[in-house]
């Protein structure tokens, strides 16, 4: 009798094993990395032109904000030790004209359209705000025909905000064309601004989740009467100074505000 039940059980390990590597077969795949900027490079350098483009000038870019976007390395750089520095400036900025007047503030908008867009995956940075009032900085992206289509029928996905009035929320938004406007909030415990977090916008056909240092604080899901999230989107980052939503800068606020960027990595699921 012992034989044929040793038989028996090498047959039922077998059975397993084989079930276990189906399983294994059929499991989802990691992220796979598709683009990446980690801005490794001398200090003082600009950063990657292969990757990155520039908008600039001082119109307001449709929330009256206070700040003339350069391409100078015053304002977007190096530091040599693995970041990105965007940095607000008000000592140079007299010498450009805004929708107001003469220019109170330079800051940097760094984007990567014409050089890198994706549909859906995982859209990822790892960031250090500056804190003060009146500063507004973002990592977000736009859909890639905004060209032909315009705002906001091209879209807009909003990984972080995050207002110096407001120094321990990040906020996460979507909008688009018709009214669609969705926002969510997370709080965390200590300002923004003290340290380094990782914001990241999980995007699918069907949903969008954003999170904080990989805490899920809110999943938009696709309306049955469809969405525009559904084509290449380019990214962005910037730090803004004033405007409708942030307020303006005060006495208190420390110039220059610098946003410290360590990676932007992007994944498809």
């Not at 890198?116 to 977000?140: I, K, L």
């Not at 420390?254 to 699921?269: G, I, N, S």
């Amino acid at each position: 009798m012992r034989t044929p039940l040793l038989s028996r059980a090498l047959a039922c390990a077998a059975v397993v094993l084989l079930c276990g590597a189906g399983l294994a077969d059929a499991a989802p795949s990691a992220p796979k990395l598709s683009w990446s900027d980690e801005f490794s490079g001398a200090a003082g350098s600009a950063p990657n032109p292969a990757k990155w483009n520039y908008d600039t000038g001082g119109g307001g870019w449709g929330n009256q904000e206070l700040e003339y976007y350069t391409n100078s390395r015053n304002n977007s750089f190096l530091d040599g030790a693995g970041h990105l520095v965007i940095q607000a400036r008000k000592d140079d900025a007299a010498k450009y004209h805004c929708w107001y007047g003469t220019c109170q503030y330079t800051s940097a908008r760094l984007l990567t359209s014409g050089k890198f867009s994706q549909t859906y995956g995982r859209f990822e940075a790892r960031v250090q705000v500056p804190g003060g009032q009146g500063v507004w900085p973002a990592f977000w992206a736009l859909g890639a025909n905004i060209g032909s289509v315009g705002w906001p029928a091209c879209g807009e996905i909003d990984a972080m905000e995050n207002i110096g009035r407001e120094p321990n929320q990040v906020h996460g938004s979507l909008h688009g064309p018709n009214g669609y406007n969705t926002s969510s909030t997370y709080t965390l415990g200590s300002p923004v601004s003290a340290g380094f977090h990782t914001f990241a916008a999980d995007w699918y056909p069907d949903h969008i989740a954003f999170s904080v240092d990989g805490h899920v604080y809110n999943t938009q899901q696709r309306p049955a009467s469809g969405w525009v999230f559904d084509k290449p989107f380019f990214l962005l980052l910037n730090l803004a100074i004033g405007g409708n939503w942030p307020g303006s800068p005060n006495g208190a606020t420390h110039f220059p505000a610098k946003m410290l960027v360590d990676y932007v990595r992007v994944y498809t699921h």
